[in-house]
């Protein structure tokens, strides 16, 4: 325990400079600018309360993007109703969706297995419909959640001049938008990753890993696992619900779509791609999939033949045309290649490699059968 708090200060400062330096870092791979670091950092918090259900309790969601949905509508209603400051926002993002997850979660973890997910999966799309067709008056249907000019923002009218066009983001007058909405959402995640590195090393976390093992054996015992996981089931909503919030802080904007079964789809391939289990595995697969998504999908064949200027021009025809099948419109190609080399290679993730990168390279001893799902929380 001692050592664990002594390792603390250095593990969140640590990771504090690897994610408050990513304008730097990131600028040798064209991921620097500030809309894509936005997605790394909100989408990085939605896998990494997702791993705290998935990678802790063992039970697979296929609905949290139900939650992602639900934290976005209420931040884009906050700055409608109330204020342009985007700390409401994120509250009341967090409070509604914990609340439909502990709705979902009560019902949903009357099951296990496929039969949960199954489960988690029918109240998404029935949050999808509902947010698409009948609670139009609410979502605004396929138009979506937007600001207008005729919103009351009741507390922002009381101290300031109403301006001419539609107002921004902010926070006690920073504006959302660009770099400053990054590092705000940089310290929002380096939160959560001091939370849910608690969360991995208290005795709830060692609970529900417990739970991963056998649930059953710890029901023989008379241990009572429901409130466990339905307390993780809510934690990991109220993640969800926090990156649809600041989905909504960077794009004051919420539809429907966020809600789509694809949506929760894609933090499962997230996580899995990540690590299963590990502390940051999941956030590394978030970046994967959103750097493919922005970068390779811009590239065309101009790119390609800039690249390959330095073959013959007989081969870099044949270099171009080969290539131009994994980049563009084909990225889901070359993700699709990745993720099935990383699940038939590495079932533990792209964090089963790194560790197996160090014990060879850096005589690391630990176990080589050690399963990625139990692996160490300090990584």
């Not at 590092?183 to 929002?188: E, I, K, N, P």
């Not at 739970?211 to 339905?230: D, H, V």
């Not at 997230?270 to 959103?290: E, H, Q």
């Not at 994994?326 to 533990?348: K, S």
């Amino acid at each position: 325990m001692k050592q664990m708090f002594n390792r603390e200060p250095f593990a969140l400062a640590a990771f504090s400079l690897v994610i408050l330096l990513m304008p730097i870092w990131l600028t040798p791979f064209g991921a620097n600018y500030p809309d894509l670091l936005q997605k790394f950092a909100i989408f990085a918090i939605f896998a990494m309360g997702f791993n705290i259900l998935f990678g802790l309790t063992g039970y697979l969601s296929f609905g949290h993007a139900a939650f992602l949905g639900v934290g976005s509508y209420a931040a884009v209603w906050s700055f409608k109703l109330f204020t342009m400051n985007v700390l409401p926002a994120i509250f009341f993002g967090v409070a509604f969706a914990g609340l439909f997850a502990l709705v979902i979660g009560y019902v949903s973890l009357r099951r296990s297995g496929i039969y949960f997910s199954i489960l988690t999966l029918a109240f998404a799309q029935m949050s999808y419909s509902l947010a698409y067709s009948v609670l139009t008056p609410i979502t605004n249907g396929e138009t979506g959640l937007q600001l207008t000019l005729q919103d009351p923002r009741i507390l922002d009218r009381l101290t300031t001049e109403a301006g001419d066009g539609l107002p921004s983001t902010t926070l006690f007058g920073l504006s959302m938008s660009g770099y400053s909405g990054f590092y705000f959402c940089a310290v929002v995640l380096i939160i959560c990753f001091f939370i849910t590195r608690r969360i991995f090393n208290s005795p709830f976390g060692l609970t529900l890993r417990g739970i991963k093992s056998n649930q059953n054996r710890m029901g023989y015992t008379g241990f009572n696992t429901r409130p466990y996981t339905l307390t993780a089931f809510v934690i990991s909503g109220m993640f969800a619900g926090l990156a649809g919030s600041l989905m909504a802080v960077t794009d004051p904007l919420a539809g429907a779509e966020r809600m789509q079964w694809t949506a929760s789809g894609e933090v499962v391939l997230m996580t899995i791609l990540g690590g299963v289990g590990t502390l940051v595995g999941p956030m590394i697969g978030a970046w994967v999939i959103k750097y493919f998504e922005n970068i390779f999908s811009s590239f065309n064949k101009a790119t390609l033949e800039n690249f390959y200027s330095f073959l013959p021009e007989s081969l870099q025809e044949i270099a171009v045309s080969v290539s131009g099948l994994f980049v563009g419109e084909g990225w889901h190609l070359t993700l699709g290649v990745l993720f099935m080399l990383i699940v038939i290679f590495l079932p533990g993730g792209i964090m089963e490699g790194w560790r197996l990168l160090l014990r060879r390279f850096g005589g690391g001893s630990g176990n080589k059968s050690e399963p990625a799902a139990v692996a160490q929380p300090a990584e």
